[in-house]
C-alpha cells in the first residue's frame, strides 16, 4: 500500500512537472514569435524606407526618412539579442540557467518599454508634429496623425501587457519547479 502511494505522489509530481513545462513552453513560443515576427518587420522595413528615400524629393523627408533607417537598424540588432536570449532558454536543461534567461529578457523589456514610453513615443510625436507644422496640412491630416498616435500607444501597451504576462507565466512556473526539486 506504501509503495502505491509513493508511486502515486511521484507520478503527481511528474504530471506536475509536465504541465508546468507545457504551459512555460506555450508562453515562451509566444515571446519567440513576438521577437522573430518584429526581426522580420524590422528587416523588411529597411528596404522599403530606402525606397521612399530613393523617391522623395523633399529635403525633410530625407531627414525623418534617414533617422528612421537608423532607427530600423538599431532594431534589427536590438531583436536580434532578445530572440538570442530567448533561444537559450531550455526547460530540459536546468532551471538556474533558464531562470537567469527569463530575467534577463524581463529586464530588457523593462528598458525597452521605459525607452519607448518616455523618450520614443514623445520624440515621434514632437518630429511629427513639427513636420506637420512646417507643411502646413489640413485639419484633417492633423486629426489622422492624433488618431494613429493614440492607437500606436495603445497598441504598445497591450502588447507589453502581453510580454508581461507570458514572462511572469514563465517566471511563476520556473519557481514552481524549482520549489517541487528542493523537496
Same mark, same amino acid.
Given at each position: ?6 508511486? =502515486? ?8 512537472? =509536465? ?7 506555450? /508562453?515562451? /513560443?509566444?515571446? #519567440?514569435?513576438? &521577437?522573430?515576427?518584429s %526581426?522580420i518587420? /524590422?528587416?523588411? $522595413? ?6 521612399? $528615400? ?15 533607417? #537608423?532607427?530600423?537598424?538599431? @532594431?534589427?540588432?536590438? !531583436?536580434?539579442?532578445?530572440? $538570442?536570449? %530567448? +533561444? ?10 533558464n531562470?537567469? !534567461? ?9 528598458? &525597452? ?5 518616455? %523618450? ?7 518630429? @511629427? ?7 502646413? #496640412? +489640413? ?6 496623425? /492624433? ?7 495603445? $497598441?504598445?501597451? !497591450?502588447? !507589453? ?6 514572462? +511572469?507565466?514563465? =517566471? =511563476?512556473?520556473?519557481? &514552481? ?7
Amino acid at each position: 500500500m506504501n509503495d502505491r502511494m509513493e508511486k =502515486q505522489e511521484i507520478l503527481k509530481e511528474k504530471i506536475f512537472h =509536465q504541465m508546468l513545462n507545457t504551459k512555460s513552453d506555450k /508562453s515562451l /513560443s509566444r515571446l #519567440v514569435a513576438y &521577437e522573430v515576427i518584429s %526581426l522580420i518587420a /524590422s528587416i523588411l $522595413f529597411i528596404p522599403a524606407l530606402f525606397y521612399m $528615400f530613393n523617391n522623395t524629393g523633399i529635403e525633410f523627408v530625407h531627414t525623418v526618412i534617414t533617422g528612421a533607417i #537608423v532607427f530600423m537598424a538599431i @532594431c534589427v540588432v536590438w !531583436y536580434g539579442i532578445k530572440v $538570442f536570449v %530567448l +533561444s537559450k532558454i531550455d526547460f530540459t536543461k536546468t532551471l538556474k540557467n533558464n531562470l537567469f !534567461y527569463i530575467n534577463k529578457y524581463a529586464v530588457y523589456i523593462k528598458y &525597452e518599454k521605459l525607452f519607448g514610453y518616455y %523618450l520614443l513615443i514623445p520624440l515621434i510625436m514632437v518630429v @511629427c508634429t513639427f513636420y506637420y507644422a512646417k507643411m502646413n #496640412v +489640413s485639419l484633417y491630416l492633423w486629426v489622422l496623425i /492624433s488618431c494613429v498616435g493614440v492607437a500606436a500607444i495603445l $497598441f504598445t501597451i !497591450y502588447f !507589453y501587457r502581453l510580454y508581461n504576462k507570458n514572462i +511572469s507565466t514563465i =517566471q =511563476q512556473n520556473l519557481e &514552481e519547479l524549482r520549489e517541487l526539486e528542493e523537496k
